[in-house]
């Protein structure tokens, strides 16, 4: 791995998916209670690396938590939507999770998802669920970089990726 890049292998990361009505101003309110954060809009992570909620689709939410905060959390959901319709699910250890740091970071995972992260393109809270070479994959930006998320089940195979390409990204630009 270059000095210019870092991959570092998350543990402990807690994260809760969030399905129901996003419009309903009771799952607005517990998402608020819950990671300190608004409703994000399409595309849009709200947070930093240790809270915070993604937008994965019209009616699904990834909450980011403490990992030790997990069950409390769930138990703040289910007590909140008592009565609606949601589901909240404990996903913490069926995701690997990577930090993908440093002066290159945008540009190795250029070389592996099909994702303008040009500087005018892709910033700070963007979000995007997509491929990293063979795998599902989703990912955003705050100041120092990147959080990637994938399925546990492919987090070897992952991390290889994300760590090849940091050792290529400090040589050439050249995505061939």
Known sequence: MSDLTQVTRVTSRGMITLRGDLTSAQIKKTVKAVTGQAMP????????VTSGVAWMSPDELL?????????KSVAQIDDTLKGQHYLAADVSDARAVFSVSGKNASDVLARLCPVDLHADSFGVGQFRRTRMAQVAAAFWMHDT?????CFQSVGDYAQDL??????NAAGSRDYA
């Not at 809009?41 to 930093?48: C, E, K, N, R, V």
């Not at 909450?63 to 069950?71: F, G, K, N, S, T």
């Not at 970089?145 to 998320?149: H, L, N, P, S, Y």
């Open 41 to 48: 809009s399409s595309g849009q992570f709200l947070g930093d």
């Open 63 to 71: 909450l980011v938590v403490p990992y030790a905060d997990v069950a």
């Open 145 to 149: 970089g990147f959080e990637v998320v």
């Open 162 to 167: 994300l760590t090849q390409a940091a050792k």
